[in-house]
């Protein structure tokens, strides 16, 4: 999988969308989901949808600013984030996989390169 729109420096309160592209997957079936990493701390789920886009979770701290959807016509995931605060600078993966559906990173298959989003004034 790849991320299609690179990161880079977002005001607080700003917007941006990211995409996960299949790069020789049809992600029509799979699950995706959203990690990021930030500086010094662990990898943490952010969001996952399912093959079908009917099923959706998120973590906590970005339910009511991040949406995740998906587009299958154009095999590919978003990840719109608005109302970004400081605490979401990170680095983001999109991950994929076609039989599982969760929050562990295990679960995964895929695994895009990472973007990073840079949350600052």
């Known amino acids: 999988v790849q991320l299609r729109r690179r990161g880079g420096l977002v005001q607080p309160g700003g917007s941006l969308r990211l995409s996960c592209t299949g790069s020789?997957?049809?992600?029509?079936?799979?699950?995706i989901a959203w990690y990021r990493q930030a500086p010094g701390k662990e990898r943490e789920f952010v969001s996952v949808?399912?093959?079908?886009?009917?099923?959706?979770d998120y973590t906590n701290s970005v339910k009511g600013r991040f949406t995740i959807s998906r587009d299958n016509a154009k095999n590919t995931v978003y990840l719109q984030m608005d109302s970004l605060k400081p605490e979401d600078t990170a680095i983001y993966y999109c991950?994929?996989?076609?039989?599982?559906?969760?929050?562990?990173?295990?679960?995964?298959?895929?695994w895009g390169q990472g973007t990073l989003v840079t949350v600052s004034s």
């Open positions: 991950a994929a996989d076609p039989e599982r559906y969760g929050v562990v990173p295990a679960l995964y298959t895929y």
């Open positions: 020789g997957l049809t992600l029509d079936y799979y699950a």
């Open positions: 949808i399912s093959g079908s886009g009917r099923r959706t």
